[in-house]
């Protein structure tokens, strides 16, 4: 097979999860965004292979994320993890150096959006595009964002809950707050640790959110047993976890990222406003499929919401068909090179 002239790869540089989109291909890669290193400073594993040494490496190895909510931690490691996973979209022999777009939070600093794309230029892009995230869930989601009618997208992911208004191709009103998928997590590792002693890993802590969790309480409660580490005896131990006591766990997380959405709604212009009841809350991103979390924003805001077509994937294959359609979204096209 030859190699294409003009490759495009589109990327949605998650702080949990790395997703690529190919056009015409759909997604190729879905790894989590973790990267092993070694005490001198060599990458030895990328993606998936390194999300299974999280917790369990020798002191000389270190498993962790190079993006933190959102933006670049670790620069160098961070190019490192993108070059990864060019090759590994493009296969190894691909000689020609692709178009790359890549989404940022809708809060992002001008200096993280030039890191961003410079880590790409630098992992062999050609050419590298950033575009702000709530416009790719949007465009990813099917939404018409070049009509002067507003629409909110609320894109969840593992560092930032993202919100805007949309309208005639721009953001009209943004805010961007770390409380995410990540906090949710952690908020659950405290509880398991305050009310059961038992000290459990991020791993366990996501497994108990996605088996168990919810934003309401259930009437029919989900049951899941837990091994974790005694913090008394040291010793390993089983406990089981219910729905009910989850939903009490992370209430606190809960309420902040639904304020991150009133907070816009206040400084939404009342045309917009009603066309966004008409409309409803478009909601994206892995954490938005937390469940009843649709349920939860309807209660305290009054406006239905609900959770796009393939939420996960929304943000990426934005990136795709914004990269096929570069002159007709140039105008959310915030930095290239």
């Not at 002239?5 to 879905?30: A, C, H, M, Q, R």
């Not at 950033?130 to 002067?148: D, H, M, Q, R, S």
């Not at 659950?188 to 969790?213: H, W």
């Not at 954490?287 to 805001?301: M, V």
């Amino acid at each position: 097979m030859f190699p294409k002239l003009n490759p495009k790869i589109g990327i949605d540089l998650g702080t949990t999860n790395v997703l690529v989109f190919v056009p015409s291909e759909g997604i190729v890669l879905n790894e989590p965004s973790v990267v092993a290193v070694s005490s001198d400073n060599q990458v030895l594993a990328v993606g998936m292979e390194a999300k299974r040494m999280i917790g369990r490496t020798p002191e000389d190895i270190r498993a962790y994320r190079p993006m933190k909510d959102g933006v670049i931690a670790d620069y160098r490691v961070t190019e490192a993890m993108l070059r990864y996973f060019l090759q590994k979209a493009l296969g190894r022999f691909s000689i020609v150096k692709p178009e790359v777009m890549v989404s940022v939070p809708a809060g992002v600093t001008s200096t993280e959006k030039r890191a961003v794309v410079e880590a790409a230029v630098k992992a062999g892009a050609r050419n590298a595009y950033v575009v702000k995230e709530p416009i790719l869930a949007a465009i990813g989601a099917g939404v018409p964002i070049y009509e002067p009618q507003g629409h909110m997208i609320v894109d969840i992911g593992g560092g930032t809950i993202d919100v805007a208004v949309i309208s005639l191709g721009g953001i009209v009103g943004a805010n961007s707050v770390k409380c995410a998928g990540n906090r949710i997590d952690q908020a659950i590792i405290d509880y398991i640790k305050k009310t059961r002693n038992l000290s459990i890993g991020e791993k366990t802590a996501e497994e108990v959110k996605i088996q168990v969790g919810s934003a309401l309480p259930l009437e029919e409660e989900l049951v899941l047993d837990i091994k974790g580490r005694d913090l008394l005896t040291g010793l390993p131990r089983t406990t089981e976890v219910r729905t009910n006591e989850i939903v009490k766990a992370i209430n606190r997380e809960l309420r902040e990222m639904v304020g991150a959405i009133k907070e816009v709604f206040q400084d939404t212009p009342p045309e917009l406003a009603s066309d966004i009841i008409d409309g409803g809350i478009i909601m994206t991103g892995g954490t938005s499929q937390l469940r009843n979390f649709p349920e939860l924003i309807k209660r305290r805001t009054g406006v239905k919401a609900e959770l796009a077509n393939q939420a996960l994937f929304c943000v990426a294959k934005g990136t795709g068909v914004a990269l096929e359609h570069l002159p007709t979204y140039k105008k959310a096209v915030i930095a290239k090179r």
